[in-house]
T-cell receptor
Framework: DSGVTQTPKHLITATGQRVTLRCSPRSGDLSVYWYQQSLDQGLQFLIQYYNGEERAKGNILERFSAQQFPDLHSELNLSSLELGDSALYFC??????????????FGSGTQLSVL | AQKVTQAQTEISVVEKEDVTLDCVYETRDTTYYLFWYKQPPSGELVFLIR??????QNEISGRYSWNFQKSTSSFNFTITASQVVDSAVYFCALTSTDKLIFGTGTRLQVFP
């Protein structure tokens, strides 16, 4: 158990809908990262928050947004969902704002299916 | 730009065979970290090892060993005497500061 909690584990929804994925980092970790894993794109970095502020952005679509709350949990909001958004979404946390010398601890992911 | 290449898409071995998973990386940074993660069928990503760019010592942990060679930009992973429980997708990853760049993964199937 990595200590990173993601909910829900599975989510099934329809095209055009909006969903929210939730992540609670390990106790003491200030950074939260979101990754998307799909069959065609592999593991893609979406966005990072550090202590409530956006720190780095990757291949995140404009339809997607995220935030980190004062208690350090994070939410990833996906809107106007398309079939291609079906993927496994991982949250990871680390102590510091950079990955050196820290390491990422991953949650077990949220499997999103858009029908 | 940073890039991680895992040329082996899938490897199948029989239990007790040794197997090496290749990882080649590209970066212009002088300070960087390399990682290996395991993703078993259950789906979670499990951290295996981190190595920084200044430490080229090979590492052994039980049946696992890692060979880091800066001269060839490679960070290969060997499983000795493979077991069925080693069946998983293995990812090599690279970071210099803010984001972890993953390779496409190698699916290892170990048959009894």
């Amino acid at each position: 158990d990595s200590g990173v909690t993601q909910t829900p584990k599975h989510l099934i929804t329809a095209t055009g809908q909006r969903v929210t994925l939730r992540c609670s980092p390990r106790s003491g970790d200030l950074s939260v990262y979101w990754y998307q894993q799909s069959l065609d794109q592999g593991l893609q970095f979406l966005i990072q928050y550090y202590n409530g502020e956006e720190r780095a952005k990757g291949n995140i679509l404009e339809r997607f947004s995220a935030q980190q709350f004062p208690d350090l949990h994070s939410e990833l909001n996906l809107s106007s969902l398309e079939l291609g958004d079906s993927a496994l979404y991982f949250c990871a946390s680390s102590v510091t704002g950079t990955l050196i010398p820290g390491e990422l601890f991953f949650g077990s992911g949220t499997q999103l299916s858009v029908l | 730009a940073q890039k991680v290449t895992q040329a082996q898409t899938e490897i199948s071995v029989v239990e007790k065979e040794d197997v090496t998973l290749d990882c080649v990386y590209e970066t212009r940074d002088t300070t960087y970290y390399l990682f290996w993660y395991k993703q078993p069928p259950s789906g979670e990503l499990v951290f295996l090892i981190r190595r920084n760019s200044f430490d080229e010592q090979n590492e052994i942990s039980g049946r696992y060993s890692w060979n880091f060679q800066k001269s060839t930009s490679s960070f290969n992973f060997t499983i000795t005497a493979s077991q069925v429980v080693d069946s998983a997708v293995y990812f090599c990853a690279l970071t210099s500061t803010d984001k972890l760049i993953f390779g496409t993964g190698t699916r290892l199937q170990v048959f009894p």
